[in-house]
């Protein structure tokens, strides 16, 4: 037992010495939607590299962290190398040494560097970039898959996934920049395996495909647009539809037609902040030409949820109207995901819980700028029993799979074609027989619960 002990520590030594941070450098790089993003670099003592980008999202709440950028003309000001300069010449001094195995450590480090306020003089761009590569790295140097370093032995949820159908903001001439907002979704949920799931969401969108170029002329491609998870979405322009409701009618058409009623729905980010207007409370050009009071947008979200199969509503109403969110949870009886209103950060998470605001959080590690950060706002949403929903709209790539894996996520935004679906596909085949797929009792709401044992189904 001594000489087994003994070669346990040697082991414990030499693991521990390969996972010590030798280097750590950034770059700026192009993001998938062709801007700025910060790239970070951590390389280990065994040789093992992490590489991780950080970029702003299409839409950007007011309580996100502060991103750091250039200014100026060059890159319409958006270029960050003021960020990559903050990696190279202060962040990547102090981590060198630390253990990279050590997240809590290394990204607290980095928070704290130079006294308070740090994350606002280095750039949560910096900070979210060397964080995740750090985690990367670490997960390397391991020799373990990314979702197996971020959850262990009990990461083995595979979550509810979606592709993207419609896109576009301008279509009822509202003359204001709404992000390419509301963007709806067909999500498979009542399946056994993610695989089969993917598999019946392929048969509607080829269905989906067919219908939008014979009904409004357009072609899609399949093939990643803006980023990596939301791809296929159609654009339409102004005079097209006359309301979403059409819109609505054709992807219900379209369930039934591949006989899924009850086994598919429909996923939508709305974004609704980018339509509200504070100075009159009201909202306008939001499926439609009519605006909308307060009372009337939470009306319109119950009808939605009523009368259409939607499953997952996220950001229904502004970013700061906990109560409306809290109401439309109630009422809905359906998924609400708060994005801007929560922005990942575990004190307006934990606002939202007070007030039964939403049932589930978007996650976007680079809204709070660290991954324990954002960890620590996970362990809060699981504790009071929200879901999270994980979203790679930050350059998080392909890492958004492990991520979600990782925490066992139950949905997650789009994902279930390309090179998401395919390494999804790749953790289902590693878990072998512990795989697991969300299904249906992984949706938030009332509506998928039973009745009798209050319990998901």
Avoid at 139 to 168: K, M, N
Wanted: charged share 20%; proline share 3%.
């Amino acid at each position: 037992r001594k000489e087994s002990s003994a070669a346990s520590d040697v082991y414990k030594r030499q693991n521990m010495k390969g996972t010590i941070i030798r280097q750590v450098y950034a770059r700026q790089v192009f993001s998938g939607r062709g801007h700025p993003a910060v790239e970070a670099t951590v390389v280990t003592e065994n040789g093992a590299v992490g590489t991780a980008q950080c970029t702003a999202g299409m839409s950007i709440g007011t309580h996100e962290i502060h991103f750091e950028y250039d200014g100026g003309t060059k890159w319409r000001g958006v270029g960050v190398m003021n960020a990559v300069h903050a990696v190279n010449e202060q962040i990547a001094p102090a981590l060198l040494g630390m253990d990279a195995t050590r997240q809590f450590e290394i990204d607290h480090t980095m928070i704290n560097l130079g006294g308070p306020g740090a994350k606002l003089r280095l750039g949560g761009n910096a900070v979210g970039a060397v964080s995740a590569a750090v985690l990367k790295a670490a997960s390397e140097a391991l020799h373990i898959p990314l979702y197996q370093h971020i959850g262990g032995a009990r990461a083995v949820t595979l979550p509810c996934a979606a592709f993207g159908a419609v896109t576009g903001s301008n279509r009822y001439s509202a003359g204001i920049a709404a992000a390419t907002k509301p963007t709806y979704s067909f999500i498979a949920y009542d399946f056994p395996t993610f695989s089969e799931a993917c598999y019946a969401l392929w048969r509607v969108a080829t269905r989906w495909d067919t219908f939008v170029q014979n009904r409004w002329g357009f072609k899609n491609s399949r093939q990643p647009s803006d980023f990596y998870t939301c791809t296929g979405f159609v654009c339409i322009p102004p005079g097209v539809v006359e309301s979403d409701r059409e819109i609505w009618d054709h992807m219900a058409e379209m369930i039934a037609q591949c006989g899924y009623e009850g086994k598919m729905g429909f996923q939508v980010d709305m974004a609704a902040d980018t339509y509200y207007e504070k100075d009159t409370d009201t909202y306008f050009g939001l499926f439609n030409s009519i605006r909308r009071s307060r009372d009337e947008q939470i009306g319109m979200c119950e009808e939605m949820a009523r009368e259409y199969p939607f499953v997952i509503m996220e950001d229904p109403l502004n970013e700061n109207d906990f109560e409306g969110h809290a109401i439309l949870a109630e009422k809905t009886g359906i998924q609400i995901v708060g994005d801007d209103l929560f922005s990942t950060n575990t004190e307006r998470v934990l606002c939202g819980i007070r007030q039964k605001s939403c049932n589930t959080v978007l996650l976007k590690v680079n809204q709070i700028g660290t991954i324990t950060e954002s960890l620590e706002m996970i362990e809060l949403a699981n504790q009071c029993g929200y879901g999270v929903m994980p979203c790679s709209s930050r350059g998080e790539s392909i890492d958004i799979c492990d991520y979600s894996v990782g925490i066992n996520a139950t949905t997650i935004r789009e994902s279930c074609f390309g090179t998401p679906a395919n390494r999804f596909l790749q953790i289902e085949r590693e878990l072998g027989s512990r795989a697991r797929f969300a299904g249906k009792r992984g949706l938030k709401g009332a509506r998928f619960h039973s009745e009798k044992s209050g319990v998901s189904i």
